[in-house]
C-alpha cells in the first residue's frame, strides 16, 4: 500500500443530477447517454463540470 497516495479534500456542494438503467453490453452506454443529455436539456439544466457513469456489473 505504501505506492498508493492518499488524500483528503473538501468539495463544496453540488446538484447531482442521475439516470438509473440497464443496457445489454458496455458498448450500449450511449443509449443511457441518448435518453440522459437531451432530458437534461428538456428540464433546462446546464450541465458544468465533470460527468460519467458507474456500472454495475455483478460478474465482478
Do not use: K
Not at 439516470?19 to 443511457?32: A, D, N, S
Not at 443529455?37 to 463540470?49: D, F, K, S, T
Amino acid at each position: 500500500m505504501s505506492a498508493i497516495t492518499v488524500s483528503r479534500e473538501q468539495l463544496p456542494a453540488q446538484t447531482i443530477v442521475a439516470l438509473r438503467g440497464t443496457i445489454p453490453t458496455y458498448g450500449e452506454e450511449g443509449l443511457l447517454w441518448g435518453r440522459f443529455m437531451p432530458e437534461l436539456a428538456a428540464q433546462g439544466i446546464v450541465p458544468a463540470g465533470p460527468g460519467g457513469c458507474f456500472e454495475h456489473d455483478p460478474e465482478y
